[in-house]
């Protein structure tokens, strides 16, 4: 969805809604075609139905002329979203290329675009990409290469995947990829990444990887003790509460927020699991292991479980501890 000064409109299903307040009402106009994605710029509402772009006339929200569409050139490959960036651009996504574009008031498509920063990577589906602290982070990637996490900057990528997380993203097809979604969220100025994929839900720490880098950025979200996949979804930041909402992607479908205060999610407890590299020691062995945590405050046992393994695919049985002791 986007909104302007008067309307949210609402792209669904290859149809296009548009809410003024009051109505809910679909937009009729035929050019519009199907629709897949929206953004709003300088009084426009612009579309793409992935393959070409438009958007609606200055003076009418529910309005597309036939000669106010164009389409994005650097690569025959589909336009997947579109979006605005903090300089008031359109950013336009493709599968394997990016491009920008800038309101020109050209009397047919008003938008030019700008070749000099176009970017020879895209996006695998319309919801695999956020804007965060001034920056645009993906998933997708280059034409030849297999999906990744990355960052656009300056006409050109820099990879934000470790080893481990683009061997989870391998693990699923491209059409299983397409529906992946991208949330970015800043908390006490921690700079999070949400990677909801099919199955799992990653979580990228920009303000970690930018101090002590990528390779300890990445954590696996799961809730409840059973390894299941992380609940929370579409979060939202409501000033008014001064908290994070989030919907339920399970089938329970409660809403709820973010506690900073417990780690607990729904009132049930939760794991945390911390696994270190693999050390080769010769003669020597380890004698000691050391585990320092914020744990507060629980009126429950809250036991820590330990096992070691020599090559990484065979673990020793669990032994555990109580965490204060």
């Known amino acids: 969805l986007s909104y302007s000064f008067q309307s949210v409109v609402v792209v669904a299903d290859g149809s296009a809604w548009r809410f003024d307040g009051t109505d809910l009402v679909q937009i009729t106009d035929p050019d519009l075609g199907s629709p897949i994605d929206v953004t709003w710029i300088d009084n426009y509402y612009f579309f793409t139905d992935g393959e070409y772009l438009f958007h609606t006339d200055i003076g009418d929200e529910t309005s597309i002329d036939p000669l106010k569409f164009a389409t994005s050139e650097l690569s025959p490959d589909p336009t997947k979203a579109v979006g605005r960036t903090q300089d008031n651009l359109v950013i336009v996504f493709n599968r394997y290329t990016t491009e920008y574009f800038i309101n020109q008031g050209s009397e ?190 629980n009126q429950e046992a809250v036991t820590l479980f330990v096992s070691t393994t020599r090559d990484g695919a065979i673990y020793s049985q669990e032994w555990s501890k109580e965490a204060s002791a």
């Open 108 to 297: 047919n498509f008003a938008f030019s675009r700008i070749n000099q920063k176009a970017v020879n990577a895209g996006i695998v589906g319309t919801h695999a990409w956020c804007e965060m602290d001034g920056n645009i982070f993906i998933l997708g990637g280059r034409k030849e290469e297999s999906a990744s996490f990355h960052m656009l900057t300056a006409g050109t990528t820099t990879p934000l995947s470790t080893r481990y997380v683009d061997k989870v993203l391998n693990s699923y097809t491209e059409e299983q990829l397409s529906t992946a979604v991208i949330e970015s969220r800043i908390v006490a100025r921690d700079k999070l990444i949400y990677l909801y994929l099919p199955n799992e839900v990653l979580l990228y720490n920009h303000t970690i990887a930018e101090g002590l880098g990528v390779g300890v950025a990445w954590s696996r979200l799961t809730t409840g003790s059973h390894d299941e996949k992380w609940r929370p979804c579409n979060g939202i930041f409501d000033p008014l509460l001064n908290k994070c909402i989030y919907g339920d992607s399970s089938e329970f479908g409660q809403i709820s927020f973010m506690d900073q205060s417990t780690a607990s999610q729904y009132g049930y407890p939760t794991d945390m699991e911390f696994t270190t590299p693999l050390v080769p020691l010769e003669s020597m062995s380890v004698d000691e292991v050391e585990l320092n945590t914020i744990s507060g405050f």
